[in-house]
């Protein structure tokens, strides 16, 4: 993997013009706990970096997304789920299964721009599609002397206070690009590990230069622009009370498969990246 470096080093001089391609992809283990479970998941993450700026997002997610954007595109969508999700029964009738098909479980992207000294955050929140920005400064780092070896390159640690959580990264200066998994970025080399002190973790499993093009958001005229911390709040109040809303929205004789009284509460203190909404 080490070929990696000359490239990105004649190239990087180039990228500072174009802006539209990548010098490296990196994949990534995103691990979380559900907090309805109280269980650990994981979920596949890919990085596109150059060295102004990258995107975050999972791939499948971006391959739903970019069929979306269309008409032609969408329907083809639904025709592969449909497709990979019923089952005929022996009655004659017919069974969907949704886990049996490639549909779209994230829906976070984050977009890093050091020209712009910002970033973009798109997901969903409270069932609606929203986006935000906040300012590149908002994430500082501390420099120690630990060094940890992480897919053949020499990593060094740093640490961070960012939005209520202390967070541990392993970043490596043999690949001077200053981003990250998820919203990090701000180092001085490609952070390849990341932990949090609740827990959450991202831990590089490949990578390897690329000139794949780092597209803008699809469909962004489907968000609404809000404030982060007011998407939080928003996000926890509705895992709080989502079965009263849906049946504010759909009415009262809605049924669920599930006993909703046994239901956890969301502890953001537990469970959310950034807690920080919680202060006043």
């Not at 990548?22 to 998941?41: F, G, L, P, Q």
Request: some cysteine.
């Amino acid at each position: 993997m080490k070929h990696i470096i000359p490239f990105l080093l004649m190239c990087m001089s180039v990228t500072a013009y174009t802006q539209e391609k990548a010098d490296v992809i990196v994949s990534y283990d995103m691990k979380s706990r559900n907090w309805e479970t109280d269980t650990v998941s994981s979920h596949k993450m890919t990085l596109l970096a150059n060295s102004k700026e990258s995107k975050f997002f999972n791939d499948l997610s971006l391959w739903s997304d970019s069929l979306s954007s269309t008409p032609e595109g969408k329907k083809q969508l639904q025709q592969i789920i449909m497709a990979a999700c019923m089952t005929q029964l022996p009655g004659g009738g017919m069974s969907v299964d949704l886990r049996k098909g490639p549909v779209k479980k994230i829906h976070t992207y984050v977009f890093n721009n050091l020209p712009e000294s910002k970033l973009k955050y798109y997901s969903k929140f409270s069932g609606d599609l929203c986006y935000y920005e906040e300012p590149s400064d908002e994430m500082q780092w501390e420099i120690s002397d630990s060094t940890m070896n992480i897919l053949g390159y020499e990593c060094s640690l740093a640490h961070s206070d960012y939005h209520g959580r202390k967070w541990d990264a392993w970043f490596t200066t043999e690949i001077p690009l200053p981003f990250g998994p998820w919203k990090f970025h701000g180092l001085p080399g490609i952070i390849l590990k990341a932990e949090s002190d609740n827990g959450i973790s991202y831990t590089a499993t490949g990578i390897e230069k690329t000139d794949r093009v780092i597209t803008p958001m699809y469909s962004a005229d489907d968000y609404q622009k809000t404030d982060r911390k007011k998407a939080l709040a928003e996000e926890e109040y509705y895992c709080n009370n989502r079965e009263s809303i849906i049946k504010a929205k759909f009415g009262g004789d809605v049924k669920f498969n599930y006993n909703t009284t046994d239901r956890p509460k969301y502890d953001a203190e537990k469970y959310a990246a950034e807690p920080d909404y919680k202060s006043k």
